[in-house]
């Protein structure tokens, strides 16, 4: 499997961003997608993940304000990110499990800016 994040870019406070994450390959029997994301020296966190009943679930940092989908076909996933803060800045990065444990695939990341 094959993760490609993009969407990233310098938006101000306050401006929305889309993410995307395209997976290629033997996609199958991917069961759930997460958005995590790393700022500048701290750790990474997990944002948002997307089940493959479509349930999503996101952390308090970003409940309200964000929104984690997949398309019909299920390989593409996307983060839509409202009212983006400073503190938002960070790499986002996409991931893939297939089976149960941690995920097991990973994109490049993309690098999102908030900032005036």
């Known amino acids: 499997v094959q993760l490609q994040a993009s969407g990233g870019g310098l938006v101000q406070p306050g401006g929305s961003l889309r993410l995307s994450c395209a997976a290629s390959?033997?996609?199958?029997?991917?069961?759930?997608f997460g958005w995590y994301r790393q700022a500048p020296g701290k750790q990474r966190e997990l944002v948002a993940t997307?089940?493959?009943?479509?349930?999503?679930n996101y952390a308090d940092s970003v409940k309200g304000r964000a929104t984690a989908s997949r398309d019909n076909a299920g390989n593409t996933v996307y983060l839509q990110m409202n009212s983006l803060k400073p503190e938002d800045t960070a790499v986002y990065y996409c991931a893939a499990r297939i089976g149960v444990g941690p995920y097991n695939y990973w994109g490049q990341g993309t690098l999102v800016t908030v900032s005036s």
């Open positions: 997307v089940l493959s009943g479509g349930r999503t």
């Open positions: 390959g033997n996609t199958a029997g991917i069961n759930a």
